[in-house]
């Protein structure tokens, strides 16, 4: 079962529950709504815990937002706050912007990996990715699993150098190496059906992602993505830092099979081109 997707059952479970209960307990209950945007946030928690060579060590479960674990308020859930950390749109040159123009909704739906059953990639891993991850770091490896669609990737962190004809893979040809406490994994030869949104943010062969992991205390990490494109950017774009908290509970299975989606898209795509 996915994560969140007994939301719809639990509303129903809320209104019989509040439709059964005297007026002035539903009052009550008003003054402190389930879906609060007020999350309680885990505390700091102490100090990142550190591998044998001194760098931090990433290794726990993560989930996205402040709560640390399963929940359906959506404030909580949230990775950033744009009041806070703004984040800058894409700059697309005027052909790529155009071709972003002329998609429909059911382009946006063709071209995401989930309908398509394909891993998201990088940096989908990251940024496309609302379900938990769990990483683990030794000296020399870093190691992402993730809940959403059981991808997973292993990182070598030190400091070589990208393979000189790297072969096209979703996740590209990845390096990783260190900057103080930060660790940055750089990444090239991505493959092109990856998108970096759901909203058509297509990509080039020659998109070039770099992701900066920290991890500034016990509870929490922040990943913070850049992406260089020069055939369809016309400057590099730089994401708003996203929070991951820690939680305490394993990944669930998390497959895509059977996939009907695509063909039933594709018939509605070409009904709409009047083909």
């Not at 060590?57 to 402040?66: C, I, K, M, T």
């Not at 205390?217 to 913070?224: I, M, P, R």
Request: hydrophobic share 35%.
């Amino acid at each position: 079962m996915k994560r969140f997707g007994v939301a719809a059952l639990w509303a129903l479970v809320i209104a019989f529950v509040a439709a059964s209960v005297p007026a002035f307990s539903q009052a009550k209950k008003e003054e402190t709504p389930v879906n609060a945007k007020r999350a309680v946030r885990l505390p700091a928690g102490g100090p990142a815990p550190r591998m044998a060579d001194g760098h931090p060590d990433f290794s726990g479960v993560w989930f996205a937002g402040a709560a640390g674990g399963q929940t359906f308020d959506s404030g909580a859930r949230r990775q950033f706050d744009p009041k806070v950390t703004p984040e800058e749109s894409p700059s697309f040159q005027p052909w790529a912007a155009a071709k972003i123009k002329a998609m429909t909704s059911t382009d946006y739906e063709l071209g995401r990996a989930s309908v398509n059953c394909l891993p998201r990639g990088t940096p989908g891993m990251v940024l496309l990715n609302p379900y938990p991850f769990q990483l683990v770091t030794t000296p020399g490896q870093f190691v992402q699993l993730n809940e959403l669609n059981n991808n997973w990737r292993v990182v070598p962190t030190d400091g070589r150098h990208h393979d000189p004809d790297p072969d096209p893979g979703f996740l590209g040809d990845e390096v990783g190496r260190w900057d103080g406490d930060a660790l940055i994994i750089d990444s090239i030869a991505i493959d092109e059906r990856t998108w970096n949104s759901f909203t058509g943010w297509f990509h080039s062969d020659q998109e070039h992602v770099i992701e900066k992991f920290t991890r500034p205390d016990l509870n929490h990490l922040y990943v913070q993505v850049t992406i260089e494109d020069p055939k369809v950017l016309t400057k590099a774009w730089t994401s708003a830092p996203h929070m991951w908290t820690l939680g305490h509970e394993k990944l669930q299975e998390y497959f895509c099979t059977n996939n009907q989606d695509v063909e039933q898209l594709k018939a509605l795509k070409s009904k709409e081109s009047g083909k």
